[in-house]
């Protein structure tokens, strides 16, 4: 593919145990981020910059924007930022 780039691929974010390698949860299904806006400050769909709290045992943090990813739209608040504690069951 030559006109999307590989970090905009589909991928699917896991958590696997460091013990033994196994499943432990699907953070995200992230899908094919070929719609963003050509704009300033545009963002894919759903959940990005997932990674580990640093000041938190076993917790993940994402951001989500809440304008569709297109700075365009009105928002009250352009993104929001989720953290989840391990065992990572919930929403």
């Known amino acids: 593919e030559y006109l999307t780039p590989a970090s905009r691929f ?14 432990v949860s699907v953070v995200a299904n992230i899908p094919l981020q070929d719609k963003i806006p050509i704009a300033f400050d545009a963002v894919g769909e759903g959940p990005r910059n997932i990674g580990w709290r640093s000041d938190a045992n076993a917790t993940i943090y994402w951001v989500e924007a809440q304008d569709g990813g297109d700075p365009a739209n009105e928002a009250k608040v352009r993104d929001v930022v989720y953290s989840l504690p391990a065992p990572f069951g919930g929403n």
């Open 10 to 23: 589909p991928r699917r974010v896991e958590i696997l145990s460091l013990e033994d390698g196994s499943h």
